[in-house]
Each structure stands twice: as structure tokens, then as C-alpha cells.
């Protein structure tokens, strides 16, 4: 306990999922930790450590005033949205949406958040991308893996050019974790074979380990890159996939 004492961590997403359980998990370490989603509705019983409040990851104005408020030593960019279909199903709105959410949203908050940690001599970027990416590709993921590659480029980029500024730059890579947003997709697969029980199997079937992973298993791999510990770390997509991307 203790390991995030005196730090400041500004999460996105955090109304469900990997965010929430990130917020939470951060809170417990000792962190200040601000919870923004663009639902505030979402940001309801949080603990003690946490300040909500909303925030617009698609809106540069949004995303200004929230890092001013909460001068963070640690951000932690989980906003996303995953997308289904191959390069013939993509349509020009989907892709643009995917790039302004999935990708953008980081320029936007690291933008932001950077010129206060290089005056502070220190600070953990963490982005969310996944093991659908440049790491490994999926079926029907061609939107939402591209974009997920473009978050560890980013991520590389960003790392290397502040190396020497006390700050660093890391990204998280997935496998299927169960999430809100995760059952949704479950279910749209199961209207579209007609059985949920199959698209379930299907889902659960490409994790080595037979389950796919807890929002709290990704949120202590937050905790890790934001503390202390990961010190000597930067510039480097974290695969924690079960397994996936090693078959």
C-alpha cells in the first residue's frame, strides 16, 4: 500500500471497466486520483481519494480544463471504442470517429498534461492499446486494430523524446477483458449468429488461459507504470493478453 502516496492521476473513461477499476486501484496506493468520463452519470460511488467530474475526450476545450484541475503526475488515456468489421465493412465516419477517440484523444490529453510534469521534472503516461494491434490481429477488428497500433507508435514517439525530461511513456495491451462495453459486444455478436452462448464461446476461445481477464488484473499493471516501481521503464506496450498474441 502506499506505492502512488503524493502523486496526482487523471483518468479518462473511469465511469466503467479498466477505467473505474484503474481509478479505484490508484486510489487504494495513495493517489489523488481524478475520475473523468464523458458520462457523468458513471462517476457515481467512488472512494474516498477519488474527485469526478466530466470530461470530453473529444473536445480539446474539455480535456484543457480538466487537466488544469488536475495537474496530473500520472494519466492514465483509457477512452476508446472498438469497432467491428473487416477493411469492406469500414465506412469513412467510422474510421474517423475510431481515429478521433482511440487516438486523437491521447494527443489531446498529452498535449495538455505535458508541459506540467517536464516543469515538475517527472511523469507516467499510460496509454490503453491492445494486443489487436500491431502486436497481433483479430477477426473483425480492422478499425479498432489499426488504431490501437497508432496508440503504441504514439506511445514509442512520446517516450523517446522526453526521456530525459523525468517523464515516461508506456501503453497497455489487452487480450479480451470483461467489461460493460465487452457484454455489449458479446451480444451483438450473439443477435448476429443467433446464440449468445456462441459468440460468448467464440470470445473465450481465442484466450489460451479458457476466460478472458478481470478490469482488476489490467488495473494493477496501471498501478505498476504508475508508481515508482516502473521507474526504469518507458516506451513499451505491455502485453497482458493471457496468452493470446504467444500461441
Not at 171 to 197: F, M, N
Amino acid at each position: 500500500m502506499g506505492r502512488l502516496d503524493g502523486k496526482r492521476a487523471l483518468v479518462t473513461a473511469a465511469g466503467q471497466g479498466i477505467g473505474r477499476a484503474s481509478a479505484i486501484a490508484m486510489a487504494a496506493e495513495g493517489a489523488k486520483v481524478f475520475a473523468t468520463d464523458v458520462n457523468a452519470d458513471l462517476l457515481t460511488d467512488m472512494p474516498d481519494g477519488v474527485e469526478s467530474f466530466a470530461l470530453n475526450a473529444l473536445d480539446d476545450a474539455s480535456v484543457a480544463e480538466g487537466v488544469a484541475r488536475a495537474k496530473p503526475d500520472v494519466l492514465f488515456n483509457c477512452a476508446g471504442f472498438v469497432h467491428h468489421g473487416t477493411v469492406l465493412d469500414a465506412t469513412d465516419a467510422e474510421w474517423d470517429f475510431a481515429f478521433d477517440l482511440n487516438v486523437r484523444s491521447m494527443l489531446r490529453t498529452i498535449r495538455a498534461a505535458l508541459p506540467g510534469m517536464v516543469e515538475r521534472g517527472a511523469g507516467s503516461i499510460i496509454n490503453m492499446s491492445s494486443a489487436c494491434s500491431s502486436v497481433i490481429g483479430a477477426p473483425n477488428r480492422f478499425i479498432y486494430g489499426t488504431t490501437k497500433a497508432a496508440v503504441i507508435g504514439m506511445t514509442k514517439s512520446v517516450a523517446l523524446d522526453f526521456i530525459n525530461q523525468g517523464i515516461r511513456c508506456n501503453c497497455i495491451c489487452p487480450g479480451t477483458v470483461e467489461s460493460p462495453s465487452w457484454h455489449d459486444r458479446v451480444k451483438a455478436l450473439g443477435e448476429e449468429l443467433g446464440s449468445y452462448d456462441e459468440a460468448l464461446k467464440q470470445f473465450v476461445s481465442r484466450q489460451p488461459m479458457g476466460r478472458v481477464a478481470t478490469a482488476d488484473e489490467i488495473a494493477a499493471l496501471v498501478v505498476y507504470l504508475a508508481s515508482d516501481d516502473s521507474g526504469f521503464t518507458t516506451g513499451h506496450p505491455h502485453i497482458i493478453d493471457g496468452g493470446w498474441s504467444g500461441q
